[in-house]
């Protein structure tokens, strides 16, 4: 079997920062005898939170599942007055949010009638809603319904959102005579990722998308590799790989944005070993 691999796949730039922020903030705790801790996970991938754990990480979600120590924002974020709680109750901070989530959050901050486009409940999309005062959530064009005619929202989108059900719902917003005003992008690097993908699918005849099934951007690939009508699995460790991925001639292998190289470069191993 062969197994090529897109130009762009696997950690982008937010992910990076924060796994070696994590890994600064893991070793200065160690020095200053102090707990480290992770809020919440730091990327949605098993595979960096079990090396993060390895290293004596501790993951925690409010500020009374620990002694104060170092705590470690993940690269989603977190919703201001959680930050404050855990500030008050003594946690140092290391900031790893990703450069363009913390952006996201500025605009909300500066936006008088904020409105986030997202996935309810996903880690991002909590920090989003808890970065202002009245944002209302928009998950679908139902959730239309939330807005009323004649206020000047401005909306801000979860960073690995569908390209095409943003499309859906800013038109269905336009039908409906809202149009609210879009401050920002679906991430560069779940475009390059989508885009280096589509060109690698013609060459190949079965698709593995590496990465965790709690990570977005991930589902998002695989769904890609689904709607253009190949043959595609998502996995999480080289003994996920389904008996049928062994009988293609060429398989491509990309990774969601959190995957790290070492699990995309086992899963790679194993599929040239042939079992
Ligand atoms: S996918 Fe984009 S927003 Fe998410 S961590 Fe990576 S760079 Fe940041």
């Given at each position: 079997m062969r197994v090529i691999l897109?130009?762009?796949?696997?950690f982008c730039s937010g992910v990076r920062s924060a796994v070696s922020k994590a890994m600064k903030a893991s070793r200065e705790a160690e020095e200053r005898a102090l707990p480290c801790l992770l809020y919440g996970d730091l990327v949605h991938s098993r595979a960096v939170m079990d090396e993060l754990c390895a290293l004596g990480m501790v993951r925690i979600d409010e500020p009374s599942d620990s002694d104060p120590g170092i705590l470690v924002i993940r690269a989603h974020g977190i919703p201001d007055e959680e930050r404050k709680a855990f500030i008050d109750a003594g946690y140092g901070i290391v900031d790893a949010t990703?450069?363009?989530v913390l952006h996201s959050q500025n605009l909300i901050r500066s936006s008088t009638h904020p409105v986030v486009i997202g996935h309810e409940g996903h880690s991002e999309v909590r920090t989003l809603l808890g970065s202002g005062e009245g944002v209302i959530l928009v998950e679908s064009e139902n959730d239309l319904e939330k807005l009323e005619k004649g206020i000047p929202y401005e909306a801000v989108v979860q960073t690995t959102f569908s390209i095409p059900d943003l499309a859906a719902i800013m038109a269905k917003a336009g039908e409906l005579g809202f149009d609210p005003r879009l401050l920002n992008d679906v991430c560069p690097a779940s475009?390059?990722?989508?885009?280096a993908l589509s060109e690698l699918i013609p060459g190949c005849s079965c698709i593995i998308v590496a990465g965790d099934p709690g990570s977005r951007n991930t589902v998002e690939l695989w769904e890609c590799a689904k709607d253009l009508g190949i043959p595609s699995f998502l996995v999480s460790s080289p003994e996920d790989i389904p008996e049928e991925a062994f009988s293609f001639p060429v398989?491509?292998?990309t990774a969601g944005a959190s995957c790290p190289d070492t699990l995309v470069q086992s899963i790679r191993r194993r599929l040239e070993d042939g079992r």
């Open positions: 897109p130009s762009a796949y696997g990703c450069p363009v475009h390059q990722r989508r885009d398989v491509g292998l």
